[in-house]
């Protein structure tokens, strides 16, 4: 009733100080963690009602703008390079909890990953098979642990 998830099904960065969303950027760190949390009530509770929740935060993560372009994962600060060292590890979250969330409903979004797993590993690699935060490959692109560590949660969904 807070609003916290907006009306497109995505999850904002916050509330205000009178409990309303605050209208900020949305995250794929955020969708991951609400997706996850409800995928571990509905395995708690059995009630399929927690489980269309986390499909339809899922189906808003994996097509709306803010979160996704040309079918790619990609982090508001992507394009600018300018991902904090926690921003850097968002999408994997996402993924993590998105493949949690495939496995329960029987593969309804292994295409997505799938898509996720083949960017990485077919354009995101530098010649040192390390990998960066743009899973695109496009330049310039920080590559550092953290960005490995998101991109490999990637690779093992696919």
Not at 8 to 29: E, P
Not at 42 to 60: E, K, P, V
Not at 81 to 98: E, P, V
Request: net charge neutral.
């Amino acid at each position: 009733a807070s609003g916290l998830i907006n009306s497109s099904g995505l999850v904002n960065d916050g509330l205000t100080s009178v409990c309303q969303n605050n209208g900020q950027t949305v995250w794929s760190y955020n969708q991951g963690l609400a997706i996850g949390a409800a995928v571990e009530v509905w395995r708690a509770t059995g009630n399929a009602g927690i489980l269309s929740q986390a499909r339809r935060l899922a189906d808003a993560g994996t097509t709306a703008p803010p979160l996704v372009q040309s079918g790619l994962l990609t982090e508001s600060c992507d394009p600018t390079n300018t991902c904090d060292d926690n921003q850097k590890q968002f999408k994997g979250i996402f993924i993590r909890y998105l493949t949690e969330l495939d496995q329960a409903t029987g593969g309804n979004y292994g295409g997505f990953l799938r898509t996720q797993s083949n960017a990485v590993w077919n354009a995101d690699r530098d010649s040192l098979n390390r990998v960066g935060e743009r899973w695109s490959g496009a330049n310039p692109n920080v590559r550092d642990w953290r960005t490995q560590a998101s991109a490999l949660s990637a690779v093992l969904a696919g």
